[in-house]
């Protein structure tokens, strides 16, 4: 049978690092790119007798991801230690949390933007949430990096990460296509970014994602064999693993040969998955209360963490519609990143039409910000220029044909709009005496059209409205222009 023949059923386990100064169990810091095993010390080493002690920071942290994507805390809380050989956990043992996680419940809504490009006019099910079953906090496990293969292969091991403050996001199965996890993934960044909880920067390991996936005929209500993928470093690489084990695992099917629940590798490079180990069970985990951290009372955290839940991309999305005029897609696009948003609200603050900065973001910065091959961080455009520039069109001083070549200058240079107008002659003219002179001249040399124009052909105008600018160099503000035209062709 074709792929089109099975559900498709996907879960989402998404490893998150909090933005804390210090690991989930000890002072040490939590710097990407220092040199190897130098931010250690006897705790997160796991030397014998060294005891951990919370990180308030992480759990807040943790709480106010559960508050903005609509999860339960329960009032009592507690720590388990997790166990399997960990060769980069010098424990063996992961400090983790089972049957009292920090967050239990609520969803993760998929962002029309968030979809692939090539897929935002194909969505299936537009505005829809895929629920969670919980949120834990955790400590990460060290790096391990594999050098050459064979007899003479070996393996070393960074600690600096093991005990950094992990968060770990997981959905319940019901997600149906390698599109809906890429979505899934792109709005739960947003989300986590907005609250400021961590960056979620897939490159740096930050944010790192296991895929569950099983398929089963049309009709059969039990879900098919759980297979698990490892290894997932980009979002890409989500969309094209899930696209090979959906393939991989019809074909199996279609030929008779049960799945294994198990956990696979995948190499992006090939484009293949390879079999890791098969897959635990919970009670293989061998789950019992860590005896050296007591039960955490929740509701007052809860409390205090309740205030600091930011306005959420969708609330900023209705927001921009509501009071900026904007349509839901340019709301959309804005809201998609808090720095884009930041910068929209910050550009339009000043000026008198939002939508206009909003098209010039849209229209013109983005599409530079991407030809440049620059990030919005490297932005050579400030607010207050960008404002500025939309002003000068709405206020006729300069046309649109000028505003291109001024955005330009301004992205070139970082210079002021209003310095590159003076610089380049593109004030426009709107001395009606000057202009009067020059329609004058006009309508002298066409009585022709103005004739046609009072025996109603509105449109000759346009060639009047030409000549006019024509004559002025283009210097002429076309509005008044056509203003004054208008009042001398009716007297």
Not at 58 to 75: Q, V
Not at 108 to 120: E, F, G, H, N, S
Not at 218 to 237: D, F, M, R, Y
Not at 370 to 384: F, I, Y
Request: overall charge negative; charged content about 25%.
């Amino acid at each position: 049978m074709p792929r089109e023949d099975y559900l498709v059923t996907i879960g989402l386990e998404v490893h998150c690092q909090l933005s804390t100064e210090s690991k989930m169990f000890c002072g040490c810091p939590v710097r990407f790119g220092e040199p190897p095993n130098t931010l250690t010390c006897p705790v997160c080493l796991g030397l014998p007798g060294a005891l951990p002690v919370l990180n308030a920071g992480a759990i807040e942290r943790t709480i106010l991801t559960g508050l903005m994507l609509g999860c339960s805390t329960p009032p009592v809380v507690k720590w388990d230690r997790k166990n399997y050989f960990y060769p980069d956990m010098p424990k063996n043992y992961q400090t983790s949390q089972f049957d009292l996680p920090l967050c239990l419940g609520g969803g993760v809504p998929l962002y029309d933007t968030a979809y692939p490009r090539d897929w935002q006019k194909k969505i299936v099910r537009p505005s829809h949430v895929i629920n969670l079953t919980r949120i834990h906090l955790e400590e990460d496990v060290g790096k391990s990096t594999h050098h050459g293969n064979g007899p003479n292969g070996y393996t070393t091991l960074d600690f600096n990460r093991a005990g950094t403050p992990l968060m770990e996001i997981v959905s319940e199965p019901e997600i149906e296509s390698a599109e809906e996890a890429v979505a899934y993934l792109n709005s739960l960044r947003q989300i986590l970014i907005y609250g400021g909880v961590g960056d979620a920067d897939m490159e740096k390991g930050q944010m790192r994602c296991d895929v569950n996936i099983s398929l089963r005929p049309h009709g059969q209500q039990k879900l098919g064999t759980k297979i698990e993928l490892k290894n997932l470093n980009s979002v890409s690489a989500i969309r094209r693993a899930i696209h090979h084990e959906i393939d991989r695992q019809a074909g199996d099917l279609d030929r008779g040969i049960p799945q294994v629940q198990s956990t696979l590798r995948w190499d992006d490079e090939r484009g293949e998955t390879a079999l890791m180990r098969t897959k635990e069970d919970a009670h293989d985990y061998r789950y019992f209360p860590c005896p050296d951290l007591l039960p955490l009372h929740t509701p007052d955290l809860v409390a205090t963490v309740r205030g600091r839940v930011p306005e959420l991309p969708h609330e900023k999305r209705a927001r921009f519609v509501r009071d900026s005029g904007l349509t839901d897609y340019d709301a959309g696009v804005l809201a998609s990143e808090k720095t884009l948003a930041d910068y929209f609200e910050t550009a339009a603050a000043g000026a008198a039409r939002p939508k206009a900065v909003a098209n010039w973001i849209i229209n013109d910065l983005l599409s530079a910000l991407n030809a440049a091959g620059l990030g919005l961080e490297a932005n050579p455009v400030s607010p207050a220029h960008l404002c500025e520039l939309a002003t000068l069109v709405e206020e006729g001083k300069i046309n649109g044909a000028q505003a291109k070549e001024v955005f330009s200058e301004v992205f070139a240079s970082g210079a002021a709009p209003a310095a590159v107008v003076k610089a380049r002659g593109f004030e426009q003219v709107s001395d009606t005496g000057f202009l009067d002179d020059l329609i004058t001249q006009v309508l002298t040399v066409n009585a022709d059209a103005v004739e046609r124009i009072k025996a109603g052909n509105d449109k000759a105008i346009n060639a009047l409205k030409g000549q006019v600018m024509k004559l002025s160099q283009g210097k002429a503000n076309p509005k008044v222009v056509g203003e004054l035209l208008e009042a001398r062709l009716k007297a």
